[in-house]
T-cell receptor
Framework: GENVEQHPSTLSVQEGDSAVIKCTYS??????FPWYKQELGKRPQLIID?????GEKKDQRIAVTLNKTAKHFSLHITETQPEDSAVYFC????????????FGTGTLLAVQP | DTEVTQTPKHLVMGMTNKKSLKCEQH?????MYWYKQKAKKPPELMFV???????INESVPSRFSPECPNSSLLNLHLHALQPEDSALYLC???????????????FGQGTRLTVV
């Protein structure tokens, strides 16, 4: 089955700096890669996603890149703000009969003001 | 309505109790999920319903019993739980169980369960 690894587990940056979180996946059939942000005590919220027919996607200060050959994808946050502080999870899915999402282990991002 | 709603938000139950968690969505999504999340861990898939039929059971103990009465509702019946079952239980839904373009999963706010 699919296995998703995520690094780093914690990341501390200064406000205004960029943050990068990286994930690798094992199943070449995976074709959908969402990123979720989870603030303390709240639900995971989808912030951006990418499908396997696209190499990069951007939405304001966040972007995701996908390298299908290497089976890795990354989240990039520019001009970080304190409200970006949260746990970020990557996930992978084969979008098949079950649309089963397998999550990475999470990255705790702390943006220092 | 673009939300997944879960009730109750918090639940404390004894090991001999029977309780149910409820999840509701009115987005027309045909896949619904139960996830379990322990502190500082990622959500862990428990069950998947596709078109109101159970399509995946991730080897979950029988003390957890899911039910999907209709396309908008998902229940999780709890019986004889153990303290280690204490966790945040998240419901999610997505538009199309068979993949394709719409595979986004939207999560409810969760039920924080404590078993005493």
């Amino acid at each position: 089955g699919e296995n998703v690894e995520q690094h780093p587990s914690t990341l501390s940056v200064q406000e205004g700096d960029s943050a990068v979180i990286k994930c690798t996946y094992s199943d070449s059939a995976s074709n959908y890669f969402p990123w979720y942000k989870q603030e303390l005590g709240k639900r995971p919220q989808l912030i951006i996603d990418i499908r396997s027919n696209v190499g990069e996607k951007k939405d304001q200060r966040i972007a995701v890149t996908l390298n299908k050959t290497a089976k890795h994808f990354s989240l990039h946050i520019t001009e970080t703000q304190p409200e970006d502080s949260a746990v970020y999870f990557c996930a992978a899915s084969d979008g098949g009969a079950t649309n089963k999402l397998i999550f990475g282990t999470g990255t705790l991002l702390a943006v220092q003001p | 309505d673009t939300e997944v709603t879960q009730t109750p938000k918090h639940l404390v139950m004894g090991m001999t109790n029977k309780k149910s968690l409820k999840c509701e969505q009115h987005m027309g999504h045909r896949a619904m999920y139960w996830y379990k999340q322990k502190a500082k861990k990622p959500p862990e898939l428990m069950f998947v319903y596709s078109y109101e039929k159970l399509s995946i059971n991730e080897s979950v103990p029988s003390r957890f019993s899911p039910e999907c009465p209709n396309s908008s509702l998902l229940n999780l019946h709890l019986h004889a739980l153990q303290p280690e079952d204490s966790a945040l239980y998240l419901c999610a839904s997505s538009p199309n169980p068979y993949g394709g373009g719409n595979t986004e999963a939207f999560f409810g706010q969760g039920t924080r369960l404590t078993v005493v």
